[in-house]
């Protein structure tokens, strides 16, 4: 490796490092004082990130990259707009640093409280999405973290536009410039050197495809904060109002294919099936959705291709849908847990007791009762942003806003005591 790309890595991960140790120690208003500037800064500089990515999305259209991804890769006027409303929102929310999570006394009359503070530096590693750019700068400035991001190639124009920008709002702030850093070397070779920065980097968040988290897992040293895809179910039971459920599927299809809370199979108790089963289908059908159907189904719809045992485990992030028939609760509770990610499902039931069933037995982070998977999101959540959607067990679960990039101290308070 040359050494200017080296130095690169190196430069500003240790800038991130020390920055860290600053911005841990600013009030809440600095914090929010900074995140409005950058809010207007991208507002101003919205024709500058735009034709940035247009560089990005014209060579991405040259090399192949599916609607899919191009469609996460756009950027327009609307989109920079509401990413800085996110930053607004978030400067709008009470800060979490310094919270009190417990305090007790102990018999031989110490004090313990236990308080939340900042992680230290953060390792953002995602896709073709820019908007993560500025989801995750917000919410780490906001929980008095540095951020080190390293997106991907094909948005490289558009996040150094961005960074750019927030860079130079923080100038107008009291935060560290050196807060927010890019790593513009996006080879291969230093994304493994990346994952490796132990005393320098404190948590890796991998955002994207499954390839790239699992990338990350293998590959790193330093702890991994997982993130994971999305084969996300909506199961349609007996007694679904017909209207209501065909309504949720849509939406959780179409409403945006390319995000990984979108459905990828939809589920369908047999009975249910035979009344409003045709229904579904074209309704499906009409809004350009290709569905793949369940054998069980495959002689009324001659024209479907069968879905295969592939198709139950793919994250199609397409307006392309999976149709699994089943004979019960139990048997979609057991085709979830087997292909699901472990994201979002639904059940769309007037049954109660099938509610709570669905609950204690589906192995997800997100469960939904009579409503679309699309609101496993950050700001649908009233966390402001989201830095990912964790499907892990361990720290945090679900949409991580920012308790989630919150670490906690102890503080013990005595007056002389000694052990014995």
């Given at each position: 490796?040359?050494?200017?790309?080296?130095?690169?890595?190196?430069?500003?991960?240790?800038?991130?490092?020390?920055?860290?140790?600053?911005?841990?120690?600013?009030?809440?208003?600095?914090?929010?004082?900074?995140?409005?500037?950058?809010?207007?800064?991208?507002?101003?500089?919205?024709?500058?990130?735009?034709?940035?990515?247009?560089q990005?999305?014209?060579?991405?259209?040259?090399?192949?990259?599916?609607?899919?991804?191009?469609?996460?890769?756009?950027?327009?006027?609307?989109?920079?707009?509401?990413?800085a409303?996110?930053?607004?929102?978030?400067?709008?929310?009470?800060?979490?640093?310094?919270?009190?999570?417990?305090?007790?006394?102990?018999?031989?009359?110490?004090?313990?409280?236990?308080?939340?503070?900042?992680?230290?530096?953060?390792?953002?590693?995602?896709?073709?999405?820019p908007?993560?750019?500025?989801?995750?700068?917000?919410?780490?400035?906001?929980?008095?973290?540095?951020?080190?991001?390293?997106?991907?190639?094909?948005?490289l124009?558009?996040?150094?536009?961005?960074?750019?920008?927030?860079?130079?709002?923080?100038?107008?702030?009291?935060?560290?410039?050196?807060?927010?850093?890019?790593?513009?070397?996006?080879?291969?070779?230093?994304?493994?050197?990346?994952?490796?920065?132990?005393g320098?980097?404190?948590?890796?968040?991998?955002?994207?495809?499954?390839?790239?988290?699992?990338?990350?897992?293998?590959?790193?040293?330093?702890?991994?904060?997982?993130?994971?895809?999305?084969?996300?179910?909506?199961?349609?039971?007996?007694?679904?109002?017909?209207?209501m459920?065909?309504?949720?599927?849509?939406?959780?299809?179409?409403?945006?294919?390319?995000?990984?809370?979108?459905?990828?199979?939809?589920?369908?108790?047999?009975?249910?099936?035979?009344?409003?089963?045709?229904?579904?289908?074209?309704?499906?059908?009409?809004?350009?959705?290709?569905?793949?159907?369940?054998?069980?189904?495959?002689?009324?719809?001659?024209?479907?291709?069968?879905?295969?045992?592939?198709?139950?485990?793919?994250?199609?992030?397409?307006k392309?849908?999976?149709?699994?028939?089943?004979?019960?609760?139990d048997?979609?509770?057991?085709?979830?847990?087997?292909?699901?990610?472990?994201?979002?499902?639904?059940?769309?039931?007037?049954?109660?007791?099938?509610?709570?069933?669905?609950?204690?037995?589906?192995?997800?982070?997100?469960?939904?009762?009579?409503?679309?998977?699309?609101?496993?999101?950050?700001?649908?959540?009233?966390?402001?942003?989201?830095?990912?959607?964790?499907?892990?067990?361990?720290?945090?679960?679900?949409?991580?806003?920012?308790?989630?990039?919150?670490?906690?101290?102890y503080?013990?308070?005595?007056?002389?005591?000694?052990?014995?």
């Amino acid at each position: 490796m040359n050494d200017t790309k080296d130095n690169e890595l190196i430069y500003k991960a240790r800038s991130a490092h020390e920055a860290s140790q600053i911005i841990a120690a600013k009030s809440t208003e600095e914090k929010n004082d900074a995140l409005n500037h950058i809010a207007v800064s991208l507002r101003m500089h919205a024709a500058e990130i735009i034709a940035a990515n247009q560089q990005d999305m014209a060579q991405a259209q040259q090399n192949g990259m599916t609607n899919s991804l191009l469609d996460r890769l756009m950027l327009n006027s609307d989109r920079i707009d509401a990413m800085a409303h996110a930053l607004e929102h978030l400067a709008d929310l009470p800060d979490p640093i310094g919270d009190e999570l417990e305090n007790w006394d102990r018999p031989n009359g110490l004090n313990i409280k236990k308080i939340r503070v900042p992680i230290g530096v953060i390792g953002m590693v995602y896709e073709a999405r820019p908007n993560v750019t500025v989801d995750a700068a917000g919410l780490c400035l906001k929980t008095g973290n540095s951020v080190y991001l390293r997106g991907s190639a094909s948005a490289l124009n558009t996040n150094k536009a961005i960074v750019a920008v927030i860079r130079e709002a923080l100038k107008t702030s009291t935060l560290p410039v050196d807060s927010v850093q890019l790593l513009e070397d996006t080879r291969h070779e230093t994304a493994d050197q990346f994952f490796r920065l132990n005393g320098l980097i404190d948590v890796l968040i991998p955002r994207g495809s499954s390839r790239l988290i699992q990338t990350v897992i293998k590959q790193a040293s330093i702890p991994v904060l997982e993130t994971g895809a999305g084969n996300c179910h909506v199961f349609i039971d007996e007694t679904a109002k017909p209207e209501m459920a065909i309504s949720i599927v849509l939406n959780a299809k179409t409403q945006r294919p390319s995000v990984c809370n979108t459905i990828e199979t939809v589920i369908v108790h047999q009975k249910w099936f035979e009344k409003f089963g045709p229904d579904l289908i074209d309704a499906l059908q009409t809004a350009n959705v290709s569905c793949r159907i369940d054998p069980v189904i495959a002689g009324q719809f001659p024209a479907l291709k069968i879905a295969t045992e592939d198709d139950w485990a793919t994250e199609y992030l397409d307006k392309i849908i999976a149709v699994k028939i089943v004979a019960s609760l139990d048997e979609a509770i057991a085709h979830i847990n087997k292909y699901g990610t472990k994201h979002s499902e639904s059940i769309i039931t007037e049954n109660t007791d099938h509610v709570s069933t669905f609950f204690k037995f589906v192995d997800a982070s997100t469960l939904y009762h009579n409503a679309s998977t699309r609101f496993t999101d950050g700001e649908e959540f009233g966390f402001g942003a989201e830095i990912g959607i964790s499907t892990q067990k361990l720290h945090a679960r679900g949409p991580m806003g920012l308790n989630a990039l919150t670490s906690i101290k102890y503080l013990i308070e005595g007056n002389g005591q000694i052990r014995n």
